[in-house]
């Protein structure tokens, strides 16, 4: 799940530099079809790592173990 989430914050680190080089470029439309797939690409990065994070069984472990430590006196 970590490298998962590496890559969603490099590929989002790319897409805000494609963005401003969007801008510097004066936007032609080679550069905003490359913005718009990197968008994409962050888009399907957080869904990954969305999924990997909800089948993950540690983390329902730790909810449970969370849970019972609020209940113990």
């Known amino acids: 799940m970590r490298r998962i989430a590496l890559v969603a914050a490099g590929l989002y680190v790319a897409q805000v530099g494609l963005g401003f080089l969007n801008l510097f470029l004066l936007a032609p439309a080679w550069m905003q079809i490359v913005h718009l797939l990197a968008a994409d690409l ?32």
């Open 42 to 73: 962050v888009w399907i990065a957080l869904i990954l790592l969305s999924a990997a994070s909800l089948s993950d069984p540690h983390v329902d472990r730790l909810e449970s173990e969370a849970a019972a430590a609020e209940l113990a006196p």
